[in-house]
């Protein structure tokens, strides 16, 4: 398989109800450093996204942050990490995390989570992509979208293929070894017609 290099997460900017949110993003980040693999992630200090960048920081990992102008002082954009990009739009956010990528997580995380995961899975979907993509299943959070889009499936609005086009682990311990065993992408992927 092609390596994988960076990792786009897809993540909260908040913490969540239940402290295994934050002890889940804590593992992750320095997984991901421990494996030589860059974070990309949407930029901000607070929630789960501050989490896992300061973890892979804090375990010598390289992080870029991607984030808007007129999210950089609500989310309060991070200014301790390798490389923090502040662009025009959420679109320039969106396609230059997906630009930067080798693979895709998306851990718990609210409708901004959502939005990228389900881009980036139709994206794939249309050929336009063929990286991994792993959901974070923590305490089953996810449990409701992956019903969700078992019923599209099973209303005959997707085809069963659909569920392969992303990866369910239960941990973050699980991550990159599901990462490692993804198959090589089929061709490589060409930016510009994303």
């Not at 693979?103 to 990286?131: N, S, Y």
């Amino acid at each position: 398989m092609t390596a994988i290099r960076s990792v786009c997460v897809y993540c909260g900017s908040s913490l969540g109800e239940s402290q295994i949110y934050t002890a889940q993003a804590q593992i992750l980040g320095r997984r991901l450093a421990e494996n030589g693999i860059r974070l990309i992630y949407g930029g901000g200090r607070i929630g789960l996204m501050g989490v896992i960048a300061d973890a892979a920081m804090k375990a010598g990992g390289e992080v870029v942050g991607i984030i808007p102008n007129h999210l950089h002082d609500w989310e309060v954009g991070h200014t301790g990490l390798t490389e923090l990009h502040v662009v025009d739009s959420m679109h320039t956010r969106k396609r230059m995390m997906v630009d930067m990528s080798d693979a895709f997580i998306a851990m718990p995380g609210g409708v901004g989570t959502l939005d990228e995961f389900f881009e980036v899975v139709t994206w794939r979907q249309l050929k336009l992509h063929d990286k991994p993509i792993i959901v974070l299943n923590t305490e089953d959070y996810w449990h409701p979208l992956l019903a969700l889009v078992e019923a599209v499936i099973e209303r005959g609005f997707a085809r069963r293929t659909t569920a392969n086009l992303f990866t369910v682990v239960d941990d973050a311990e699980a991550v990159v070894a599901a990462l490692l065993a993804e198959p090589a992408p089929e061709r490589p992927a060409t930016p510009s017609r994303i």
